[in-house]
């Protein structure tokens, strides 16, 4: 199977670049081919979405480059920290500059749902927070969900697994290798 794994923070030590680092092992293992695409990482970053005075994007060579990598997944993982109950700024520019109108999806005359273009493709999300999960759970993660939901539906996207890290960074490696271990048994899937 093909994957892409899009990570989102800006701290290529941090735990996320670790969970992405060890579903990209895993899944490789089993014979996966995988692609990782950091935002923080100069090759990946764009600009804020720009349009023009007749409301279309602004030209973008990178974004040619990712719908091509979007449209040879089959799986999308998405690998970011939690902030303010939601992905980091950049993931969400990432959906507004490449999971486009024309590419992702077309609208419908006389429908609520439009022609979605990126059916038969699944995707996975690991969230990481420094709250505990209790918190994270009572305080939003439903509305959280929905959104993501939201926008894989309406492209086409099915979502297989969200996987919530709370309380980080582990204090410890045996720590860490035990959340670890949980996202190598979900790359085995």
Known sequence: MKKLIITAHPNPKGFTH??????????????????????????????????????????DAKREVIQEKITRAE??????????????????????MNVTTGFAYRFKKHSLLPHRYLKGKSARI?????????????????????RWVARFFYVGIRLKSYTVFGSLPPKTEPQREKLLAKVARIARR
């Open 75 to 96: 799986e999308l993982v998405f690998v970011f920290p939690l902030w303010w109950f939601d992905a980091p700024a950049i993931m969400k520019n990432w959906f507004d």
């Open 126 to 146: 690991f969230f990481t927070s420094g709250s505990s999960k209790f918190i994270i759970y009572t305080a939003g993660i439903g509305i959280l969900i929905a």
């Open 18 to 59: 670790r969970i992405a680092k060890r579903f990209v092992e895993v899944a490789q293992a089993k014979g996966d081919e995988c692609f990782v695409m950091d935002l923080y990482d100069e090759r990946w970053k764009q600009d804020f979405l720009m349009l023009d005075e007749n409301n279309k994007q602004l030209p």
